[in-house]
């Protein structure tokens, strides 16, 4: 079906990605606050294994192959009459499209993303792509290989879309909140008050301790609920300490044999 009405699937295109790049400049411009960062600016620089500019030469590419893939997924999906355009959902509705949305994406993300640690071969020439940045950063939150950023982020997020049944004006509010949520977890600061904090286990420090070598087999949740860490025997929980220098640190709590 030709995109004859194309506003809703054009915003649900491109929104999630003019609020990657606002949400994640608005941590960048945070990251000076040296009490709330899980790891030193000198870290940062030593660490990382990609300089900024690859990464985000790299998530510009991404973000081109989920334009298009979007628009594929619109263009097949598309409802035909204009009635049907104009029905909105109930609030309980686009509720219940979410956590079906967030549980697919959690799902499709969480076995992927543990196969590509435990397989050597995709560890080592795809996987491998996104923990060059050992110190996260916010806009480094989809920096990945581009087959990796296909299989994972966009297929899985054609997926949520696809089974949870939301409309593409719906997919703008779902997909903002899922990018929203990804720059969250890079972001490599702990703020006071950070609501994401509060209502998500996996958070910053959740995901800051799958990005160091002791936390490697460990915390593969992403982006929303731990309950597979859980379930599956991979969740390695975590205590904030300061750290020598100012700032914070997550540190692992070892767990009883």
């Excluded at 020439?125 to 982020?153: A, C, K, T």
């Excluded at 949740?221 to 731990?226: A, D, M, V």
């Amino acid at each position: 079906m030709a995109l004859q009405y194309a506003s809703d699937e054009i915003l649900a295109i491109f929104v999630p990605i003019v609020v990657y790049w606002v949400y994640s400049g608005l941590y960048m411009m945070l990251g000076s606050l040296d009490q709330y960062r899980l790891h030193s600016r000198e870290d940062e620089e030593k660490k990382n294994l990609v300089p900024k500019r690859e990464v985000v030469k790299g998530v510009l590419l991404q973000q081109l192959v989920q334009a298009a893939v979007a628009f594929l997924v619109f263009m097949y999906t598309g409802q035909d009459s204009d009635a049907a355009r104009m029905r909105q959902p109930s609030l309980l509705t686009v509720l219940s499209q979410f956590f079906i949305g967030m549980f697919v994406i959690d799902t499709w993300q969480y076995f992927w993303h543990r196969y590509m640690h435990n397989n050597k071969f995709l560890y080592r020439h795809i996987h491998s792509w996104h923990h060059r940045l050992v110190v996260p950063y916010s806009f480094g939150s989809q920096y990945n290989h581009p087959i990796e950023g296909l299989l994972l982020d966009t297929i899985g997020g054609a997926l949520a879309f696809v089974i949870s049944g939301m409309s593409p004006r719906t997919s703008i509010y779902f997909f903002s909140f899922s990018t929203i949520k990804g720059i969250d977890d890079h972001c490599g600061l702990w703020l006071p008050g950070n609501v994401f904090h509060l209502f998500f286990w996996n958070n910053t420090a959740y995901h800051d301790v799958h990005h160091q070598l002791y936390g490697n087999k460990y915390n593969f949740s992403q982006p929303f609920f731990i309950t597979w860490d859980k379930i599956l025997g991979t969740h390695l929980p975590y205590t904030l300490i300061k750290r020598d220098g100012g700032g914070l640190e997550a540190r692992p709590i070892k767990q009883k044999s």
